[in-house]
């Protein structure tokens, strides 16, 4: 009796170990269309996976550009060795270009200008070629 009843339970077990779970169609669709969302947004002009780096500011001013004696180092073969500074004073960021440096806020060339942070809805959004960047505050730290 115990003998067939251990082969019934071990026969069981198999059948119900072999058979594959079928998953609800609109489930399925649904973690597709997020998926393909999120890859959307990653890819995005402002995505995570344009992200060239986020670089803390200090207090007074910090050069920028691809060159290695810039305060901020961005290293993109787009970018100029050389394209200007942020004056950061207080809880206010000013960007300078240097002469000769085409930066641009839409389609308007900007020499300098007071930075509107991320935290706001009107975020300034300068680009040199294909590169952007903006200015975000996170807590005391601004960047």
């Not at 947004?41 to 780096?53: E, H, S």
Request: with cysteine.
């Amino acid at each position: 009796m115990l003998k067939s009843f251990l082969i019934y339970s071990v026969l069981i077990f198999t059948i119900a170990c072999t058979q594959k779970p079928t998953a609800d169609p609109n489930y399925i669709k649904e973690i597709n269309e997020w998926d393909a969302k999120r890859v959307n947004r990653l890819k995005a002009d402002d995505g995570w996976l344009n992200l060239v780096g986020r670089f803390w500011l200090k207090q007074g001013e910090s050069t920028f550009g691809s060159a290695k004696d810039n305060d901020i180092v961005v290293e993109s073969s787009k970018l100029p060795e050389h394209i200007g500074s942020f004056i950061f004073k207080d809880s206010v960021v000013t960007f300078r270009a240097l002469d000769g440096v085409n930066v641009m806020l839409g389609d308007m060339s900007v020499k300098e200008i007071v930075l509107v942070d991320d935290q706001k809805n009107d975020v300034t959004v300068l680009q040199i070629g294909s590169v952007k960047f903006n200015l975000i505050v996170r807590d005391t730290l601004y960047g």
